[in-house]
C-alpha cells in the first residue's frame, strides 16, 4: 500500500472539500449559472409587481364599468369637462422678480 503523509492522511476528507469548493466557484459555468438564477429572480419579481398592477387597473375598470359616479369624475378630471352652469377657477401662479 503506498504510504500517505500523515497530513493527508487525517485530513483528507477536508482537503476533499476544499478541491470541490475550489472547483465550483473557479468554473465559469458554475457562475453563470448563480448569474441566471439571480436573473430568474428579479424576472419573477417585475412579473410579480406587473400582475399586482393589472389587478388594480382591473379593478378600476370595473368600477367605472359599475359606477356611473367614478367614470364621471375620471372623465372630469382627464378631460376637464364641466356640467352645465358650472364654472371653471384656474388659479395663475405669479412670477416672483
Same mark, same amino acid.
Given at each position: 500500500?503506498?504510504?500517505?503523509?500523515?497530513?493527508?492522511?487525517?485530513?483528507?476528507?477536508?482537503?476533499?472539500?476544499?478541491?470541490?469548493? $475550489?472547483?465550483?466557484?473557479?468554473?465559469?459555468?458554475f457562475?453563470?449559472?448563480?448569474? %441566471?438564477?439571480?436573473?430568474?429572480?428579479?424576472?419573477?419579481k417585475?412579473?410579480?409587481?406587473?400582475?399586482?398592477?393589472i389587478?388594480?387597473?382591473?379593478? /378600476?375598470?370595473?368600477?367605472?364599468?359599475?359606477?356611473?359616479s367614478?367614470?364621471?369624475?375620471? $372623465?372630469?378630471?382627464?378631460?376637464?369637462?364641466? %356640467?352645465?352652469?358650472? /364654472?371653471?377657477?384656474?388659479?395663475? /401662479?405669479? /412670477?416672483?422678480?
Amino acid at each position: 500500500m503506498i504510504d500517505m503523509p500523515a497530513f493527508v492522511r487525517r485530513h483528507w476528507l477536508l482537503l476533499l472539500m476544499a478541491l470541490l469548493v $475550489v472547483s465550483l466557484f473557479f468554473n465559469h459555468n458554475f457562475r453563470a449559472t448563480l448569474s %441566471r438564477k439571480r436573473a430568474i429572480q428579479e424576472a419573477q419579481k417585475s412579473v410579480a409587481a406587473m400582475n399586482d398592477e393589472i389587478q388594480l387597473m382591473k379593478q /378600476k375598470i370595473d368600477r367605472l364599468q359599475t359606477r356611473s359616479s367614478v367614470y364621471e369624475a375620471e $372623465v372630469r378630471k382627464d378631460l376637464g369637462y364641466l %356640467r352645465p352652469g358650472e /364654472k371653471e377657477i384656474r388659479f395663475i /401662479k405669479a /412670477k416672483r422678480p
